[in-house]
């Protein structure tokens, strides 16, 4: 009986020791700080005075909390903008910063992939002739301020474009008939339409648009900052994050929406 107390005293040292050593040595001054600071490149305005708060749009505030929660620590949001990612950085105003790669970042600023990707993916009723992306040009087509490739693309195909201040209310405005095409990120339109109340808006056009791939952001003289970052995106691509954080946006926005709209879409 002693010797086994033993062992279970020798494991539980190993797995304490284990435990310490997993501390990372990056973000000192995070952990110093007591939060995380992460830039992004767009931050929706704040809801009125007792409105709902509402799932901003893509995976960026997902992203950063899963790494704020690795380090054990909360997540402040900044809005930094491509531009602005190597002098805040620098001046350390943010830890990490979450961009498109696009390579235009100086050398000062190291770019490490999430293993995240996407483009805009049209969202329509099924009972109409919208199939491809020149069948838009005149028509309506809805999304978020924040997604700026969305609204370019959209306005490439000659549409009418209406932004909105986050995903759901573009979304609500498609299933009203205010919007007659939704544009979300091709990664989460799939578990999105899996939900019976959007079965029906589940047509869609032609792929279309540049697949845009995110990036963290960092100084690239922060070796353990980078190290450790890559660790986790391994760790992430080896449990299946990404699957899990889409379909944690879909479930919310769908709820977002349902909240929203008081009656059922006018189309029945």
């Not at 799932?55 to 505030?61: C, K, W």
Request: charged letters at 25%.
């Amino acid at each position: 009986m002693m010797r086994r107390v033993r062992l279970f005293a020798v494991i539980a040292a190993l797995v304490s020791a284990s435990s310490v050593q997993a501390q990372p040595d990056a973000f000192a001054a995070a952990r110093a700080r007591g939060e995380l600071v992460v830039g992004v490149p767009y931050l929706a305005p704040p809801p009125a005075a007792g409105a709902k708060i509402r799932t901003p749009d893509g995976l960026d505030a997902n992203m950063a909390e899963k790494l704020g929660s690795s380090l054990g620590l909360p997540v402040r949001l900044q809005q930094v903008t491509p531009d602005q990612a190597g002098a805040a950085l620098a001046a350390g105003q943010v830890d990490v910063v979450l961009a498109d790669r696009d390579g235009s970042q100086p050398q000062s600023v190291a770019e490490l992939p999430t293993g995240y990707g996407a483009r805009p993916k049209a969202l329509i009723r099924s009972d109409t002739r919208l199939r491809k992306p020149g069948d838009a040009r005149g028509h309506t087509v809805c999304m978020a301020e924040a997604a700026t490739a969305s609204k370019a693309l959209a306005e490439s195909w000659g549409a009418v474009v209406r932004t909105y201040r986050v995903p759901s209310d573009a979304l609500v405005a498609v299933r009203e008939g205010t919007c007659d095409i939704g544009l979300v990120d091709d990664a989460v339109w799939e578990p999105l339409v899996r939900f019976p109340e959007w079965k029906k808006f589940s047509s869609t056009l032609a792929a279309d648009g540049v697949r845009r791939e995110r990036v963290w952001l960092l100084p690239a003289s922060d070796a353990a900052g980078r190290t450790w970052v890559a660790d986790q995106m391994k760790a992430w691509n080896r449990s299946d994050a990404w699957k899990t954080m889409t379909a944690k946006w879909a479930r919310d926005v769908a709820f977002d929406v349902y909240l929203d709209q008081e009656v059922p879409d006018c189309h029945g």
